[in-house]
């Protein structure tokens, strides 16, 4: 089994900045894929961005494109989101998740462990 922990989030006001860590335990995640989704209040859990095992493919929701950015220290067994310029439709609770496969996707349901999840809120 894994656990992941998420933090960093946290209140933040539209046009700042945060980033978000992800460790994980029990097991090296090195050689898996790990992702970031987001679910906000009445919305669908959506895809946010996702990295394969060593960091050379990288896929990201339109919306957070060229603003947000994943990476991960496989030293460390954690990964990574900087999130710039945040808008208030950022405003979600953030989930990262990984599955026992190197290649990188956007579908949720490939993911077989999730953390618990940190709230970011972006105020006007």
């Known amino acids: 089994q894994v656990q992941l922990t998420e933090s960093g989030g946290g209140l933040v006001q539209a046009g700042g900045s945060l980033r978000l860590s992800c460790a994980a335990a029990r097991r090296t995640i090195s050689a898996w894929a790990m992702a970031w989704f987001r679910q906000a209040p009445g919305k669908e859990r959506e895809f946010v961005a996702t990295?394969?095992?060593?960091?050379?493919?990288?896929y990201y929701a339109g919306s957070v494109k060229d603003r947000f950015t994943i990476y991960r220290d496989n030293a460390k067994n954690t990964l990574y989101l900087q999130m710039n310029n945040l808008k208030r439709e950022d405003t979600a609770v953030y989930y990262c998740?990984?599955?026992?496969?190197?290649?990188?996707?956007?579908?949720?349901?490939?993911?077989?462990?999730w953390g618990q999840g940190t709230q970011v809120t972006v105020s006007a």
């Open positions: 998740a990984t599955r026992p496969n190197a290649d990188a996707t956007r579908d949720h349901w490939q993911y077989h462990y």
């Open positions: 990295i394969n095992y060593d960091s050379m493919t990288t």
